[in-house]
């Protein structure tokens, strides 16, 4: 299996300023079929299901707010907030989808300071 | 409107049985797969498996292999995720979701709304 690791696993941020949160892969998620980093992250609140905010390691899912932004490539992804909202408490999970079982990383719990 | 409506909250017996359910709504349900994530109280979610609903083509995770079977009914767009004897450890919020292509490659864009399923003698 793809091991995915997430640093940190907690993150406390000001409102307004930016948050980031690291995921590796422990090996490439390159698919060669469109030269794609196949990498997805989602935002989990307490009591709903989890949401789809990034795809193909950088694709902002439609409707997204674009304060949300996805990069990296080969093993190592970020996802960037760029200037938190209260509504963005949640925990933030990267997921690899090239090979079954398509993993999920640990989830990074986003907090307000 | 694509929806994923899953069946509801279920207290069962160590050693019961159960099968859950996901009917799909608004899309050809017959060519997108659909898969099942759990999420033990307090923990993070874990990928169970994916099933094709076309021809039923099955992918599991190996730690949910031989634990529980995905299955799909395709005249009523439903898949399934069944125990034979459920543990006190299956003890756990359960998501279908739907993949965003009909190829393996696929990250989930539609989920169900999740269901509890608590196992206690």
């Known amino acids: 299996d793809i091991v995915m690791t997430q640093s940190p696993d907690s993150l406390a941020v000001s409102l307004g300023e930016r948050a980031t949160i690291n995921c590796k892969s422990s090996q490439s998620v390159l698919y060669s079929s469109n030269n794609k980093n196949s990498l997805a992250w989602y935002q989990h609140k307490p009591g709903q299901p989890p949401k789809l905010l990034i795809y193909?390691?950088?694709t902002r899912e439609s409707g997204v707010p674009d304060r949300f932004s996805g990069s990296g490539s080969g093993t190592d992804f970020t996802l960037t907030i760029s200037s938190l909202q209260a509504e963005d408490v949640a925990v933030y999970y990267c997921?690899?989808?090239?090979?079954?079982?398509?993993?999920f990383g640990q989830g990074t719990k986003l907090e307000i300071k | 409107e694509v929806q994923l409506v899953q069946s509801g909250a279920e207290v069962k017996k160590p050693g019961e049985s159960l099968k859950i359910s996901c009917k799909g709504s608004?899309?050809?349900?017959?060519?997108?797969?659909i898969g099942w994530v759990r999420q033990m109280p307090g923990k993070g979610l874990e990928w169970m498996g994916i099933i094709y609903p076309g021809d039923s083509d099955t992918r599991y995770s190996p730690s949910f292999q031989g634990q529980v079977t995905i299955s799909a009914d395709k005249s009523i767009s439903t898949a399934y995720l069944q125990w034979s004897s459920l543990k006190a450890s299956d003890t756990a919020m359960y998501y279908c979701g739907r993949f965003a292509y009909d190829i393996l490659t696929g990250y989930f864009d539609y989920w169900g709304q999740g269901t509890l399923v608590t196992v206690s003698s």
């Open positions: 608004g899309y050809r349900f017959t060519s997108q797969w």
């Open positions: 193909w390691a950088s």
């Open positions: 997921q690899q989808y090239y090979t079954t079982p398509h993993t």
